[in-house]
């Protein structure tokens, strides 16, 4: 693809240009020895991949998407798999827990898969991050810790370290308490008589013959190589033992990793390797504003997510602010999905191409953001179907196609998804909220003369139907106009918020608006 002319991309705004650009500053004077920059992100197998992993590896994506634009030098993305990690504990959520326990504290890959369909346990979690990968479209490359470490790419890199122990040791023993340092070494040995990655005392290390000797569980000494898989090293070490080893040029991690930084920066540079161009996001927050954890459950899983909305806005959520905390609960999603179509809309009216290329959807589609479609946003179906209560989407759709003729299910696939997703979100989080109120006195004198209005116009437009609910508002002597529009959210959709009634109304139909305000006036909504 075409570089940007430079002009253009010294004005780009948006983040994953921003760090295209320290990246691309990276290798100003000579590409990379190995011919291509290489982006990484990391896994966990111990658990199931979840929305933080695909908020890390989807920004990540957006700066390689963007560092394509300004360079021509090649780019790889791997994602990389810590499954030669040793399993601490059972996880809670997994079946057959009696089959994990005797394996604890042996590495993911060497655990029978408690699933019953992989080699391993490592092996089925590995399965479903690449399911969970493809499943969104990324481009990637796999990698697996245990066959890294066991097919010796790492070698190298372990033997430098292991020659340059005492500078590990120097990095990390002021990081410890006093009674982990008694024990601590950055090499976990792979015990050759029961498999576990053991927490071992190291008492020797010989680098002339690539070896370390520690002690064993039962007291006794053992001595076993560091290369080809029979040790492996203490998480932070690892972490900058794999950039120098591999060459990662590019790496983002949550605020969690912010105080290990330096730490990484230093092991890997003891390993022969120049650090990465790093980037430290924000943790997500429940609605209390508190951390989320998956041992709490206090947050949305991406199933979850996408049970309600498109992918398009969850990748759009992850794209805004990555520096900043954002609440991440299930109330976020409808504003994340208007704000996605009103880029896409901003997008196609765009002539500036420095602001086409820093609008958030064109980094959500890779360059390639769609047309838009309809103009319909998602709050407007969330009220349609407030109203109208359907049990599917093609309840909603017979007032949708009333309003825009042209639209049809298969003209505007993206708009049928969200009268889907709309359906599910109302049963499941607006229908048992529902909570309507009578209308005062002035308020049933002003919605009998918008029942009228309506009546007599029944092919009014949405505008003016807008403009008469505005005067109607000044008519009546209402201490302020927006206590006209929180009386017809309350009164007639039985929320304390709602959409431009002009709009809802022309959509939902005028007949059918001033029925709905008829029954209100006889207090039968209310009733109901």
Partial sequence: MLNLPSSLIQSLKSWPFQEAMRLAARYAKAPPAKGY???????????????????????????REAFKRISD???????????????????DNLPNPEMIAPHLGKPLTSI??????????????????RAFLDRFGFEYEFKSSTETYKGGEFDATLLRLLENYAQIMDVMLPTLGEERRQTYSPFLPVSPRSGK?????????RPSKGTIVYVEEDGSLEEVPVTGGHCKLQWKPDMGMRWAALGVDYEMYGKDHLTSAELYDAICRIAGGAPPEQFMFELFLDEKGQKISKSKGNGITIDEWLRYAPQESLSYYMFQTPRRAKKLYFDVIPQQVDDYLTFIEKYAAET?????????????HGGHPPKPESGLKFSLLLNLAN??????????????SRYIPAATPAACPFLDRLAGYAVTYYHDFIKPEKKYRAPTEMERQALADLEAHLSANPNASAEDIQTEIYALGKKYPFPDLKLWFQALYEVLLGRPTGPRMGTFIALYGTAETALLIQRVLKGEVLAA
Avoid at 197 to 205: G, I
Wanted: proline share 8%; net charge negative; aromatic share 8%.
């Fill in 37 to 63: 920059v290489l982006f990484e992100t990391g896994y966990g197998p111990s658990g199931l991949p979840h929305i933080g992993t695909f908020g890390e590896v989807a920004r990540t994506a957006m700066v």
């Fill in 73 to 91: 030098i090649p780019t790889r993305l791997i994602c990389f798999s810590d499954d030669m990690d040793g399993l601490r504990k059972v996880p």
């Fill in 112 to 129: 029978p898969d408690p699933f019953g369909t992989h080699a391993s346990f490592g092996a089925h979690m590995n399965a479903r991050l």
């Fill in 197 to 205: 990655v053991l927490l071992a005392k190291v008492t020797e290390t």
């Fill in 352 to 364: 500036d191409e420095a602001r086409k290329l820093d609008n958030p959807v064109w980094h959500v």
């Fill in 387 to 400: 109203v109208c209560n359907p049990q599917d989407k093609s309840a909603l759709w017979s007032f949708i």
